[in-house]
């Protein structure tokens, strides 16, 4: 597996983005991999190596305020000044478009939990070339969005934009872990796997709080991500698939079939979801994840025989 380090300056504010390509000989394709909050893209590079096994390439960026991709290089869980939610796709949408065209490849789009908004929101916008959509650990229209946004605006106006509020890390985190039956720590929502949750734990690149307009950026990209308007169709045939744990607690009752509703009031008409029994959050880094990486690889081999 050959790997580049990609360096991006964006043309917004001159933040400095980090992506890695892993590229394989004969790639079928490449695959974009959107992470989620309060983690980084180095936590997939096992997934990477199973798919450049299966002759995929695979793109990986750390997204604004996140792994090597922090804030002025040293705060967390911040997109930017203004607009953050819109930098951040532009900027995803920029990188991915450099390896995307050096290449030539058709392009597939995987997001997990926060990454599953970024990856619908990137469809809204960037359609043109996507051929397939995955999403794991999918977020579910929080009925609070528009409040939470509200709360996080007015704790930034007076604590300041880069704060990182306990408040809005509790109703990130914790009011989600009390859905656990006995948890071990505070974060045995991601996963069944307990290793698995005390890497994450020990992991200065994980678990933070996102910042007052940081948090207020994402519920602002949840809200677009379930709004009808704006949406131009540009293939309603693109192979869309939500894929979640049984336990995840991280969405209401319903979320992935109203995450799916959503996508086909919209126009899109092969949205598909399944859920796995015996995992939470994470799925890709939970006690299954070797029978997901399988099914993921097989699933977009379909894809790609039938076009």
């Known amino acids: 597996m050959k790997t580049q380090t990609i360096t991006y300056v964006s043309s917004f504010d001159e933040q400095k983005l980090t992506g890695y390509h892993y590229a394989t000989q ?12 309060a983690e980084h893209q180095k936590r997939y590079i096992w997934l990477a190596e199973q798919l450049v096994k299966a002759d995929f390439d695979v793109l990986t960026i750390d997204q604004r305020g996140h792994g090597e991709s922090l804030y002025d290089g040293k705060v967390k869980g ?37 990454g ?23 977020l579910a229209l929080n009925p609070l969005a528009s409040t939470g946004s509200f709360l996080a605006k007015v704790i930034a106006l007076f604590k300041g934009k880069k704060y990182h509020s306990p408040l809005l890390g509790f109703m990130t985190y914790r009011i989600f ?3 656990i039956k006995n948890p071990r720590t505070l974060m045995d929502g991601l996963s069944v796997d ?15 709080h996102l910042t007052a307009q940081g948090f207020a950026d994402m519920m602002g990209g949840m809200i677009e991500t379930y709004e009808s308007k704006g ?19 991280f969405f209401l009752p319903g979320g992935l079939e109203k995450a799916s509703k959503c996508l086909k009031d919209i126009g ?10 015996g995992v939470r959050h994470e799925i890709f880094n939970d006690v299954k994840k070797g029978e997901l990486a399988d099914d993921l690889v097989a699933w977009l081999g379909k894809i790609l025989a039938s076009n």
């Open 194 to 208: 307990t290793k698995n949750v005390d890497v994450y734990i020990a992991d200065e690149l994980c678990g933070f």
């Open 231 to 249: 949406w131009i169709v540009h293939d309603k045939d693109v192979p869309i698939r939500f894929v979640s744990g049984r336990e995840d607690p």
């Open 26 to 37: 004969k790639p079928k394709a490449l695959v974009a991999i959107f992470h989620g909050m």
């Open 78 to 114: 911040y997109f930017a000044d203004q607009d953050g939610w819109e930098r951040n796709l532009a900027d995803l949408h920029a990188i991915v478009e450099i390896v995307r065209t050096n290449t030539g490849l058709p392009l597939i789009v995987l997001g997990h939990s926060m």
């Open 177 to 179: 872990n009390t859905l």
């Open 116 to 138: 599953t908004l970024v990856a619908r929101c990137y469809l809204k916008r960037y359609p043109q070339h996507i051929k397939a959509i995955y999403l794991s650990g999918s």
């Open 268 to 277: 899109y008409q092969n949205v598909s979801f399944d859920y796995i029994d």
